[in-house]
């Protein structure tokens, strides 16, 4: 069963324009949710994240939401620029739990187009 | 300073086989976790190893294990290897990892094992 969801195994924006990256949960213990960018051949770095007593987090171009009565997640990229071509996996822990690492989602593959 | 180190980075192995992964973590990093990606199921906790000692273990046959030294390497052992154990193998390291620190994992670049 997989308690962390992204449906979109890949998506593809014009330079400039915004991205949005979606992510859903399962599990209602999660309450610190992260995103990671991996490019091939590398391992994943880390991108930003967001606790569960917040609904936004914001760094920069990107920007993350939380909609905890949904469990859903959101990153938002502005303006997408060419080097935002990655892969992007979305993360959650149970602080309360944490006996099972990061669950992470099978990962959104993004394609910035010129 | 030096970032994750994995070895080897590329790895074939024959099927019934083991074979050990290493991963070096961040200097005064503490923690150690190990990942495995796979494109039908994604990142895949393995365990995670604080002081030399296994805190978490993720959902893996007993084939799979590892241990940490005192310097903080971390080496992963896979016993009688099968096709379905391909995949890119990555270790994350942190100084202390709670759940709520997920954002201080940094990631290697992973170890590509391929089962034949």
């Known amino acids: 069963d997989q308690q962390v969801k992204q449906n979109s195994p890949s998506l593809s924006v014009q330079e400039g324009r915004i991205s949005i990256l979606n992510c859903d949960y399962t599990?209602?213990?999660?309450?610190?949710f992260l995103w990671y960018k991996k490019y091939p051949a590398e391992g994943p770095t880390f991108l930003i994240s967001?606790?569960?007593?917040?609904d936004k987090n914001e760094d920069g171009r990107f920007t993350v939401f939380l909609n905890k009565s949904a469990k859903h997640l959101s990153l938002h990229i502005v303006p997408s620029q060419p080097g935002d071509s990655a892969v992007y996996f979305c993360?959650?822990?149970?602080?309360?739990?944490?006996?099972?690492?990061?669950?992470f989602g099978k990962g959104t593959h993004l394609i910035i187009q010129p | 300073k030096a970032g994750v180190t994995q070895t080897p980075r590329y790895l074939i192995k024959t099927r019934g086989q083991q074979v050990t992964l290493s991963c070096s973590p961040i200097?005064?990093?503490?923690?150690v976790s190990w990942y495995q990606q796979t494109p039908g199921q994604g990142l895949q906790f393995l365990f995670e190893?604080?002081?030399?000692?296994?805190?978490n273990k993720g959902n893996f046959p007993g084939r799979f294990s590892g241990r940490q030294f005192s310097n903080s390497r971390s080496e992963m052992n896979v016993s009688t290897l099968e096709l379905g154990d391909s995949a890119l193998y990555l270790c994350?390291?942190?100084?202390?990892?709670?759940?709520?620190?997920?954002?201080?994992?940094?990631f290697g670049s992973g170890t590509r094992l391929t089962v034949v």
């Open positions: 200097s005064g990093h503490r923690s």
């Open positions: 967001i606790s569960s007593i917040k």
């Open positions: 190893y604080f002081s030399e000692t296994q805190r």
């Open positions: 993360a959650a822990s149970d602080s309360g739990g944490g006996a099972d690492g990061l669950t």
């Open positions: 994350a390291s942190s100084l202390a990892f709670s759940p709520g620190q997920g954002a201080g994992y940094t």
């Open positions: 599990n209602s213990m999660f309450d610190y």
